[in-house]
């Protein structure tokens, strides 16, 4: 017997529509014993998967909405158990009451992550597939998106599934040969399956290389905006933002630590920060922010170097740049063309923008720029790894594979390049749920929101 849950799903906000879905062994009962089909029909004699428009009421008969529902019944439903969903105006107050009800007939309020969780158990989707449920829930760009949803249709589960198969059907062949002596197999040789294990390493590779991407896919890539002192810095990230999130003002040092925010340039999303200016000061506070200005620069993947545009480079700016080619990526920025459209010439290799914070002058060009520093990865989708249990995994099968390559050409036995192969395959087996232990199911789960 399944308890059965209830939630909200779409939490305790006011919205137009808002709902309340169960999951369990008497989900379809709790349901009709609080709705009543304007059709005069029995919610449970009404076909699965169809929206009924009905009546909701309290155990006192008092109307709490005019609302939709629908039924499922296991196996045939999101969980694989049986499920209901109304589907009401969007009152918190209704949603709660709904919810109370339900409660007070047997219910139970059901867990973080519940409802996916029981998918998973019930063997309706891969636990890769499952993860990507929240991450699609959390996705802040079009290719998280797209990501995530390349993972909830299996992406990286077949992927998975396929490199397990190939290893257990070289497993498979070993131990016949050693179990069967007198059949007729076909003699094992590990070396016929040399091109077999470099596939799959090679398969792996290009799996795990892909987290760094997933990772700043997710997060945001960490830019920061560096440069002297009352160089426009501030005005430029409030520019982006599209709102004042720092204080600009004539005098310098007015930055005096760094504020980060997330910012959309185009289809990249930037985790942004803006620096105190970057100078030598006696005072003690200010230095604090520029020792920390650098620390950002030396942890960013993108450094914007902001040089006043309308008076000419110093020794200092010049230094900044030269700092900003040392990044992984880097661009400069010649502000206040609003004040100056002078010629500067920069040496440098960085791309170099002219703009103005304050009229928007040059923000589509360095919008551009960015975008073409980040270009979106040629992988199909669902195949950029986001998640950081995955890369552990798919981290030590590689690892695991890379043994068994070399056992196998240093000339070891058969037996052992396997072991080192199976290690492979217990890795992808914790990645895809084969062999994941409960606690950390139960963590996996607990990062999702309630009525999901």
């Known amino acids: 017997m399944a308890d059965t849950i209830a939630a909200i799903a779409t939490g305790n906000v006011l919205s137009a529509i808002g709902i309340v879905r169960l999951s369990g062994d008497r989900a379809i009962e709790l349901a009709s014993a609080l709705f009543l089909p304007m059709n005069g029909r029995k919610l449970d004699s009404c076909a699965d998967r169809t929206l009924i428009y009905g009546k909701a009421a309290d155990r006192k008969g008092n109307i709490l909405d005019l609302c939709?529902?629908?039924?499922?019944?296991?196996?045939?439903?999101?969980?694989?158990?049986?499920?209901?969903?109304?589907?009401?105006?969007?009152?918190?107050?209704?949603?709660?009451?709904?919810?109370?009800?339900?409660?007070?007939?047997?219910?139970?309020?059901?867990?973080?992550?519940?409802?996916?969780?029981?998918?998973?158990?019930?063997?309706?989707?891969?636990l890769t597939a499952a993860e990507a449920v929240a991450d699609l829930i959390d996705a802040e760009t079009k290719e998280s998106v797209v990501n995530a949803a390349g993972q909830l249709s299996g992406a990286i589960d077949r992927k998975m599934v396929e490199i397990y198969s190939r290893l257990t059907d070289i497993s498979s062949h070993y131990h016949a040969v050693l179990d069967y002596p007198d059949e007729d197999i076909e003699p094992f040789r590990m070396e016929a399956y040399a091109r077999e294990l470099e596939d799959i390493t090679a398969s792996l590779e290009k799996?795990?290389?892909?987290?760094?991407?997933?990772?700043?896919?997710?997060?945001?890539?960490?830019?920061?905006?560096?440069?002297?002192?009352?160089?426009?810095?501030?005005?430029?990230?409030?520019?982006?933002?599209?709102?004042?999130?720092?204080?600009?003002?004539?005098?310098?040092?007015?930055?005096?630590?760094?504020?980060?925010?997330?910012?959309?340039?185009?289809?990249v999303s930037l985790r942004l920060t803006d620096t105190a200016g970057i100078r030598e000061t006696e005072d003690l506070v200010e230095s604090i922010g520029v020792e920390r200005s650098r620390r950002a620069m030396n942890d960013a993947r993108l450094v914007i170097a902001v040089v006043d545009g309308s008076t000419e480079p110093d020794r200092e700016d010049l230094a900044l740049v030269k700092e900003a080619e040392k990044a992984p990526k880097g661009l400069v920025i010649l502000s206040k063309k609003d004040l100056s459209d002078r010629e500067i010439y920069l040496d440098t290799s960085l791309p170099v923008i002219r703009l103005s914070a304050l009229t928007g002058q040059g923000i589509e060009e360095l919008e551009k720029t960015i975008e073409e520093e980040f270009p979106e990865p040629d992988v199909p989708a669902g195949e950029i790894l986001t998640n950081t249990r995955h890369a552990s995994a798919v981290g030590r099968a590689l690892e695991s594979m890379r043994a068994a390559l070399e056992a196998m050409r240093s000339g070891n036995t058969p037996d052992i390049v396997l072991t080192e192969t199976e290690g492979a395959m217990q890795a992808i087996g914790e990645l895809t749920g084969r062999t994941i232990r409960e606690d950390v199911t139960d963590r996996i789960f607990e990062r999702f929101c309630v009525g999901k």
């Not at 969007?90 to 007070?104: N, T």
């Not at 430029?236 to 004042?244: I, K, Q, T, V």
């Open 207 to 267: 799996l795990l290389a892909s987290f760094d991407r997933g990772r700043l896919m997710t997060s945001g890539i960490p830019a920061v905006i560096v440069g002297k002192p009352n160089v426009g810095k501030s005005s430029l990230l409030n520019a982006l933002l599209g709102y004042e999130r720092a204080i600009v003002t004539q005098v310098p040092g007015t930055t005096r630590d760094t504020i980060e925010e997330k910012v959309m340039i185009g289809k």
């Open 68 to 126: 939709l529902c629908t039924i499922a019944h296991a196996p045939n439903s999101y969980t694989g158990e049986d499920t209901a969903e109304f589907q009401c105006h969007g009152s918190p107050v209704v949603l709660r009451s709904l919810l109370d009800e339900l409660f007070f007939l047997g219910a139970r309020q059901a867990l973080p992550g519940e409802f996916t969780k029981r998918a998973f158990l019930n063997g309706k989707m891969e």
